[in-house]
């Protein structure tokens, strides 16, 4: 993964706010909004793939049925990312605007393999 990439999952990671599970997650907040961007950045660039996007059922616990989980592929990476949202947007797919309730965390690359 080059540089740029690296730097935009530390920021991605950095934007994803542990707390948003709770209660106050019924409409996406700046944050949510910076990471979809972002995400969407990676994919234009070719830094992230899409591996799936199943939606939606009640994953939270807390209904309706309205939590995906979104499986990315970064380049560089032998570990995926996945990310459990909200569909605020109703879009039956990730879309920015959708609230962001967990980030897993990638691999770093394996440099020299």
Do not use: W
């Amino acid at each position: 993964m080059n540089c740029i990439g690296r730097r935009i999952v530390i920021c991605m990671l950095l934007i994803c706010d542990p707390n948003l599970g709770s209660d106050a997650a019924v409409s996406p907040s700046p944050r949510d909004r910076a990471f979809a961007q972002s995400l969407a950045m990676l994919e234009a660039r070719g830094i992230a793939h899409r591996v799936s996007d199943v939606c939606c059922a009640d994953r939270d616990g807390e209904g309706p049925a309205d939590d995906g989980v979104l499986t990315v592929q970064l380049k560089g990476s032998r570990s995926p990312v996945v990310i459990l949202y909200e569909d605020t947007e109703r879009a039956g797919r990730f879309e920015p605007g959708d609230v962001v309730l967990i980030v897993s965390r990638p691999e770093s690359p394996v440099h020299g393999s």
